[in-house]
């Protein structure tokens, strides 16, 4: 069955570490995204790229890093910059097609990772 | 700038008993819409997605969603509220001008639900 894979279900970090997250999907999706959720805040959108090679700034980016070197693979860092990392990370592909000047694609979701510091 | 309004944080409901979750959104033209529910430690699953046509739009797990563009609204409904449905559930838009900070969706803060036995 085709999904997105997130990895691991839960991380712990140490103050002052980088951590990566990994995300894959087998989708054939162009877009991927990475989304932050905290409790009572719904979706913050970190970073998202729409093609191998390229990605965009969400509204939360500081203190994050992604890379996306393969269709299949979007993986975020999570830098020692980022100073209240403790939340759970969402990964999300879809297909980047718009109709007109709106986007029509739903996102696909992975199981999340859960990130906590020790 | 855009943005979709789901105005009830908390829902409790009694099994049994029939559902509607509230969601507005802000926009000019005919939206692309969808629901989306999150059970706990888990990700996001669609549950169902409005383009165009019929405005009543059916979706899995028994639920209904209808658009009322004269309300700016696409309520989600489901006539008998099962215990599983306890989860957290999601409404979104498809973004404008796909490209800003705001990837292809603009999704609501959420609505818990609670189901009581």
């Known amino acids: 069955d085709g999904g997105i894979t997130q990895s691991p279900k839960y991380l712990f970090r140490k103050e002052g570490q980088n951590v990566t997250l990994s995300c894959e999907q087998n989708l054939n999706h162009d877009a991927m995204y990475w989304y932050r959720q905290d409790p009572g805040q719904g979706l913050r959108l970190i970073y998202y790229?729409?093609?191998?090679?390229?990605?965009q700034k969400g509204d939360i980016a500081e203190g994050y890093s992604v890379s996306r070197e393969k269709k299949e693979s979007f993986p975020l860092t999570v830098t020692s910059a980022q100073k209240n990392p403790t939340a759970f990370y969402l990964c999300a592909s879809s297909r980047s097609l718009v109709q007109g000047k709106y986007s029509n694609q739903p996102q696909h979701f992975g199981d999340g990772t859960r990130l906590s510091i020790l | 700038a855009q943005s979709v309004t789901q105005p009830d944080i908390h829902i409790t409901v009694s099994e049994g008993a029939s559902l509607e979750l509230r969601c507005n959104y802000s926009y000019g033209a005919t939206p692309y819409l969808f629901w989306y529910v999150q059970s706990p430690g888990q990700g996001l699953q669609l549950l169902l997605k409005y383009f165009s046509g019929d405005t009543l739009v059916q979706g899995i797990k028994g639920f209904e969603a209808e658009f009322k563009r004269s309300q700016s609204s696409f309520n989600l409904r489901k006539p008998s509220v099962h215990w599983s449905d306890a989860a957290e559930y999601f409404c979104?838009?498809?973004?404008?001008?796909?490209?800003?900070?705001?990837?292809?969706?603009?999704f609501g803060k959420g609505t818990k639900l609670s189901v009581k036995p």
């Open positions: 979104a838009v498809g973004a404008m001008n796909y490209g800003g900070s705001q990837g292809n969706l603009i």
């Open positions: 790229s729409q093609i191998v090679n390229d990605f």
